[in-house]
């Protein structure tokens, strides 16, 4: 295989091109810049203090975009090969589902990566079998389906903020796993990723949501209730880990 370094490609590219790749490289740079004089003011006057950066800007983006570079790969390796790809992102509020979720679909072409965040059910899907609104939305050939939530909620934010019985909790123990495999026999690769997030930084990420009008549409009086009950949701989390790994969907 013949690879070439950054400069060279570069060279080889029309210039639009060219154009269009540093400007998203500028576009991510002000994105963080911006966040960061943001953090900056709303922390003032506040004893909050965010968690240290361990990485230079310039290596974080350097790495990003050779992931993102392997990401497109791996793209062209699904939609080569006819393959379908589920991946779940579940975790706590804030802890940064959406953030990598962007990252992932940045440079991916949406007709092949694709992201499934459904709304609460209605009152016709609460009398549905529990993982029938999802089944619609599970890709086909060539295909990724990426999950900002899933019927994961069932075993999380469901339970905790008591909109379902522990007998339906129970029945989704007894249920997610056969309905995985199944899943998987049908020739689905299924991940699945939990985001952990410390006690301290949700506190510190919801008083950004709340004070800065760019992020206010992020928080609901319902992920106020649930920053109430933290230790409800790990419990929670606990159960679900240990009665939903499954070899075939560890």
């Known amino acids: 295989m013949i690879t070439m370094d950054d400069d060279t490609a570069r060279r080889t590219l029309p210039r639009h091109r060219v154009e269009e790749e540093i400007a998203d490289s500028f576009d ?22 965010p968690e240290q950066d361990t990485v230079a800007r310039h290596v974080y983006f350097k790495e990003l975009f050779r992931l993102q570079r392997e990401l497109v790969k791996l793209q ?26 962007k990252r992932i679909t940045q440079r991916l072409n949406p007709r092949v990566a694709r992201v499934v965040a459904l709304p609460a059910p209605s009152e016709r899907e609460r009398s ?15 295909e990724i389906a990426l999950f900002d939530r ?16 522990e007998a339906e909790v129970e029945d989704f123990f007894q ?15 299924l991940i699945k990723y939990w985001f952990s997030i410390t006690d301290e930084e949700q506190h510190l990420r919801f008083q950004m949501r709340i004070h ?22 790990t419990k929670a989390k606990e159960a679900m880990l240990e009665r939903t790994h499954i070899a075939e969907a560890p």
Request: proline share 4%; glycine share 8%.
């Open 76 to 101: 062209d390796w699904v939609v080569n090969n006819k393959l379908k790809v589920v991946v779940i992102f579940e975790g706590r509020d804030a802890a940064g589902k959406g953030g990598v979720i």
């Open 128 to 142: 549905q079998w529990y993982f029938q609104r999802y089944v619609p939305h599970l890709p086909a050939a060539g």
């Open 212 to 233: 800065d009008p760019i992020k206010q549409w992020k928080l609901s009086p319902m992920d106020l209730e649930s920053r109430r009950r933290w230790e409800l949701h």
């Open 150 to 165: 899933s019927w994961y909620n069932r075993a999380g934010v469901e339970r905790v903020m008591g909109f379902c019985t």
């Open 175 to 189: 249920t997610v796993p056969e309905f995985e495999r199944m899943l998987v026999r049908s020739g689905i690769v």
């Open 28 to 49: 991510e740079e002000l994105e963080m810049e911006i966040d960061d004089a943001r953090l900056a003011q709303l922390l003032e006057g506040h004893a909050l203090h």
